[in-house]
């Protein structure tokens, strides 16, 4: 057996004996015995200690038919019922152990991530998918009581973010508003509408891409099949804490996929008396605990955020409202570049000469398109389109450029800031990386519209 099987071995089964957050003399010899089984010395225990448990399932599970799966699973349960009780915590550890390494059935896999990124509550079922699932989420939209009692008997806590976000869009919205002036202080009352609007916006396919992918950075999420993500437990990674989920692959037949793992999940407890979380969010009431609570805070920790853009030409301003802050220090003239840009989307501005004289004439007219654009996007802004910078001139378009690029790069707070900027790209031109429904603008009401769908957007593709 090689090393780095030994070393998951020695990884999984410490995290099966500190499962209760009771080690016993039992264990103690039980664990002897695995070590002298499995020939783990006092390196592979120490190397143990900087691996993740997923890591150290995913190294015994790519060792296939040859690999100590079932024969490990068998001491693993010897294991848990060595002192003669299985705690729910251990068959948290046992039914993810089961899953992976004798399937039956269930597609199931492990992710640990750092718990300061994304931590709720030990058993947790969260409901996640990366793109939406019309039939998976009727069928949990039609038995939601059934799926959350059958888990709920269990000791197992159901979440279900559709839910959720209904809850906040029935309540009164100034009773809500109200509530996160009151969590978040320091937030202006439009950036408190901005929270509002994308709290009571939010899907679950947002949710896995934007918050737990971009934010929270959990990169294993961002295709993810419709899925239980259920916490089973933290456990250190050499000094730094992590949590541990198991992703259990649903679909539509989701309860009959919940009833067979509850089934499987009851008959290793020794006790059939559970603690069990009741509580549900009611008229007037929300919930600030386990997920709830991270829920929120999420949207009120401003931090990390894959921003909107708007433009607001008549105030002279570019903002980033889920951020509540906006560019600084930027002349007209940059934000109308800026704006130019956005607008210009993939195909970007090119002030590359071209080195034959042939293409010359194709260079120059497309400057002057280029020119003609920005002239009118600086009357917008309020300038004289006639007066407008010459961005055909270097001496002009650098500082120009310069000052852009670093006023954008001071917007504190943003999820993968450089889409934000200026860069090249491979043919030489400058763009703006950002997804065209992130960018709207202000023109003839209070409500910002897509760019791509706006007066601006027709008027400058006519030139």
């Not at 499995?38 to 200690?49: T, V």
């Not at 150290?56 to 490990?72: F, K, M, R, T, V």
């Not at 559709?162 to 869009?169: A, F, G, L, S, T």
């Amino acid at each position: 057996m090689q090393k780095k099987q030994r070393t998951a071995i020695a990884r999984i089964f410490a995290d099966l004996i500190k499962a209760d957050r009771i080690i016993d003399s039992d264990e103690m010899d039980c664990w002897q015995r695995i070590c002298a089984k499995y020939a783990i010395d006092s390196d592979i225990k120490s190397d143990a200690l900087s691996m993740s448990f997923a890591e150290a399932l995913h190294i015994i599970c790519s060792g296939g038919a040859n690999g100590p799966g079932g024969e490990l699973l068998a001491d693993c349960r010897a294991m848990t019922v060595s002192d003669g009780f299985c705690a729910h915590s251990e068959a948290l550890v046992m039914i993810t152990l089961m899953l992976t390494l004798e399937p039956g059935g269930f597609n199931a896999d492990v992710i640990s991530i750092p718990r300061a990124n994304f931590n709720i509550d030990i058993a947790t079922a969260l409901y996640i998918e990366s793109d939406f699932d019309p039939d998976t989420n009727r069928a949990i939209a039609q038995s939601y009581r059934t799926i959350f009692k059958e888990l709920q008997l269990a000791g197992f806590h159901f979440v279900y973010l559709p839910n959720i976000i209904e809850h906040y869009r029935r309540t009164q919205s100034e009773l809500f508003r109200s509530l996160l002036s009151f969590l978040a202080p320091a937030v202006s009352a439009d950036g408190i509408d901005n929270i509002y609007r994308s709290l009571t916006r939010m899907t679950t396919a947002g949710f896995c891409k934007d918050i737990l992918c971009n934010k929270c950075g959990i990169s294993d999420l961002r295709r993810t099949y419709p899925a239980l993500l259920i916490k089973i437990g933290n456990s250190y990674v050499g000094e730094d804490e992590y949590a541990n989920y198991l992703r259990l692959e649903v679909d539509a037949d989701v309860v009959a996929d919940v009833q067979r793992f509850v089934d499987l999940f009851r008959r290793m407890l020794s006790s059939d008396v559970l603690v069990v979380n009741a509580s549900e969010e009611k008229n007037g009431q929300f919930h600030f605990h386990g997920f709830y609570k991270q829920l929120l805070d999420i949207f009120l920790v401003r931090r990390n955020i894959r921003s909107t853009v708007v433009i607001d030409p008549y105030k002279e301003e570019i903002l980033f409202p889920e951020l509540d802050t906006r560019a600084a220090g930027l002349h007209r003239r940059e934000k109308a570049l800026y704006t130019l840009m956005l607008c210009q989307g993939a195909e970007g501005v090119n002030f590359s000469r071209p080195r034959t004289a042939g293409q010359l004439e194709r260079y120059n007219r497309r400057e002057a398109l280029v020119c003609r654009r920005y002239s009118l996007v600086y009357g917008l802004f309020g300038g004289d389109e006639g007066a407008a910078p010459d961005l055909s001139q270097g001496n002009i378009r650098g500082p120009i450029f310069s000052i852009l690029k670093k006023r954008i790069a001071a917007v504190q707070g943003l999820y993968n800031p450089a889409d934000y900027n200026l860069s090249k790209n491979h043919t030489g031109a400058f763009v703006v990386n950002l997804e065209p429904e992130l960018v709207f603008i202000k023109e003839n009401g209070p409500q910002p519209v897509p760019l791509a769908e706006s007066e601006l957007f027709r008027r400058l593709s006519r030139i």
